[in-house]
């Protein structure tokens, strides 16, 4: 089994900063991508931010120059450093992670997402 563990969220107000996290564990054979989405109330989940397995990131427009996203391949985490928090940024926030587990070949790969953390900027 794998499992993700999201942490970091809460209350903050606008201007301010948050760090998010997200640990992967279990029977991991190796992680491809990591990945931050988003679903703000009424809204679709949207994609924040990624990063390939080379360290490369991709950022939604909304969060360009304000989030930062970044891994830790030894310790299957993958961390979201938000800065310039404002009310639009107020949404629930996912993880996914692109893996290979043990109990299946080595070229199978699946997503697998977080439980979710509430991230809620006060104006």
């Known amino acids: 089994q794998v499992q993700l563990v999201e942490s970091g969220g809460g209350l903050v107000q606008a201007g301010g900063s948050l760090r998010l996290s997200c640990a992967a564990s279990?029977?991991?054979?190796?992680?491809?991508?990591m990945s931050w989405y988003r679903q703000a109330p009424g809204k679709q989940r949207e994609l924040v931010a990624d990063?390939?397995?080379?360290?490369?990131?991709n950022y939604a427009d909304s969060v360009k120059g304000r989030f930062t996203i970044s891994r830790d391949t030894a310790k299957n985490t993958v961390y979201l450093q938000m800065n310039s928090l404002n009310a639009e940024d107020t949404a629930v926030y996912y993880c996914?992670?692109?893996?290979?587990?043990?109990?299946?070949?080595?070229?199978?790969?699946?997503?697998?997402w977080g439980q979710g953390t509430q991230v809620t900027v006060s104006s």
């Open positions: 996914k992670q692109v893996i290979s587990p043990l109990n299946r070949g080595s070229n199978y790969y699946t997503s697998y």
């Open positions: 279990g029977s991991i054979r190796s992680i491809s991508a």
């Open positions: 990063i390939t397995t080379a360290g490369r990131a």
